[in-house]
């Protein structure tokens, strides 16, 4: 079973709860979403697996999950990357906020999303079970497609995309 961190406001810990749970009572939690790009500026996305519990074959940033746990979220972030996208790169925190979306069946995602950026240039080797596809797209692109065609992108994402273009020099 997979937990998750709950935190108050200011990111202190104040518990923790089975990951379903809390995105059933759209509890705030600890959360990390890792933007990757190449040197030409351009933003690897991942198309979620089609198996995922939420939003399978939406398109969304490189990789995004929560840290376990005893887990520096820094930590949590490299993890992940390795685990979704078959990779690991340097990485720095850019900033954090706070937001609340809701899904498909029924759930919420309020999380208190730390943001990470990375650039990467080397073989990409994709876990099935997490990753459907993965693609380099420009930023004005992405921008156009995510107006035109919001419901091909996760909730998260075009929350966050917004937050990263106006706080992160790309």
């Known amino acids: 079973m997979e937990y998750v961190i709950l935190v108050n406001e200011q990111d202190e810990p104040i518990g923790k709860m ?35 519990y939420h939003s399978g074959g939406l398109w969304t940033n490189t990789c995004c999950s929560h840290p376990r746990e005893g887990e520096e979220t820094l930590q949590a972030a490299h993890r992940r990357l390795q685990e979704e996208m078959g990779f690991d790169c340097p990485i720095e925190k850019q900033f954090h906020f706070i937001y609340k979306s809701s899904l498909d069946n029924n759930l919420t995602e309020h999380e208190l999303d730390h943001v990470f950026t990375g650039i990467y240039e080397g073989e990409i080797h994709p876990n099935p079970q997490e990753v459907e596809s993965y693609k380099y797209m420009k930023i004005q692109e992405l921008k156009t497609d995510v107006e035109q065609n919001p419901q091909n992108y996760t909730e998260w994402f075009k929350i966050c995309l917004k937050e990263v273009l106006e706080r992160v020099e790309v």
Do not use: C, P, T
């Not at 089975?18 to 995105?23: Q, R």
């Not at 059933?24 to 995922?52: C, D, P, T, W, Y």
């Open 18 to 52: 089975e990951k379903m749970e809390a995105h059933e009572k759209a509890l705030l939690h600890r959360a990390f979403s890792v933007f990757i790009f190449n040197r030409k500026g351009e933003m690897l996305l991942q198309q979620r697996a089609i198996s995922k």
